[in-house]
């Protein structure tokens, strides 16, 4: 199974951007559909952003549609998550998920999770 590695979180103010990089090792993330998500401690699991297996029509959650970009470099094995404009209420600990169909935003059939890479927001 593939095993996931986030990184690029970190502190920032509001209305800035960060880009997040989940790196597959030992494996090619190209048989996958790829996802985001997010959670707050002592809050429920939320979808970010999901792209299937050949980087078409990527779903978004309504809350970051048009600030978050997901991509992938299936030759690097490579996903991102480009975010712009952040928010104070996008403060969460960032997972990088891989699962055999995406559906949606939901994470139902993920198998495989890195980490997490935590992203703070400031007013």
């Known amino acids: 199974q593939v095993q996931l590695v986030e990184s690029g979180g970190g502190s920032v103010q509001a209305g800035g951007s960060l880009r997040l990089s989940c790196a597959a090792i030992g494996f090619t993330v190209s048989p996958f559909c790829m996802g985001w998500f997010r959670q707050v401690a002592g809050k429920e699991r939320e979808g970010v952003a999901t792209i299937s297996k050949g980087g078409l029509a990527p779903d978004y959650a309504e809350h970051v549609k048009g600030r978050f970009t997901v991509s992938r470099d299936n030759t690097n094995n490579i996903v991102y998550l480009q975010m712009d404009s952040l928010k104070p209420e996008d403060t969460a600990m960032y997972y990088c998920?891989?699962?055999?169909?995406?559906?949606?935003?939901?994470?139902?059939?993920?198998?495989?999770w890195g980490q997490g890479t935590q992203v703070t927001v400031s007013s």
């Open positions: 998920a891989a699962g055999p169909y995406c559906f949606g935003v939901q994470s139902q059939g993920f198998s495989s």
